[in-house]
Nanobody
Framework: QVQLVESGGGLVQAGGSLRLSCAAS????????MGWYRQATGKQRELVAT???????NYADSVKGRFTISRDNAKNTAYLQMSSLKPEDTAVYYC?????????WGQGTQVTVSS
């Protein structure tokens, strides 16, 4: 059993910053990819950023240059540093961890960016 717990969400003004954390615990051996997804009201869940165990990253075009994903493999923790936040970034942000044959999701953390 693997559990992912997100933290760091909240209310921030446009132009501000937040750092999200995702801590994985449980029966963990090797995590291949970790990533962040978000879902705004009325929209489908979309990829925000992912990182492989080797450090390769992938970002949605809408967040390139503003968001940075990182991970601490020893702690099984991923982070999402969010800067220059815009109201359009408002969404529930979900952490995802991909194992060789399984993947797990966190419950999400709300990020609200005010105009």
């Amino acid at each position: 059993q693997v559990q992912l717990v997100e933290s760091g969400g909240g209310l921030v003004q446009a132009g501000g910053s937040l750092r999200l954390s995702c801590a994985a615990s449980g029966s963990i051996f090797t995590i291949n990819n970790m990533g962040w997804y978000r879902q705004a009201t009325g929209k489908q869940r979309e990829l925000v950023a992912t990182m492989t165990s080797g450090g390769s990253t992938n970002y949605a075009d809408s967040v390139k240059g503003r968001f940075t994903i990182s991970r601490d493999n020893a702690k099984n923790t991923a982070y999402l540093q969010m800067s220059s936040l815009k109201p359009e970034d408002t969404a529930v942000y979900y952490c995802n961890a991909e194992f060789p044959r399984r993947q797990f999701w966190g419950q999400g953390t709300q990020v609200t960016v005010s105009s």
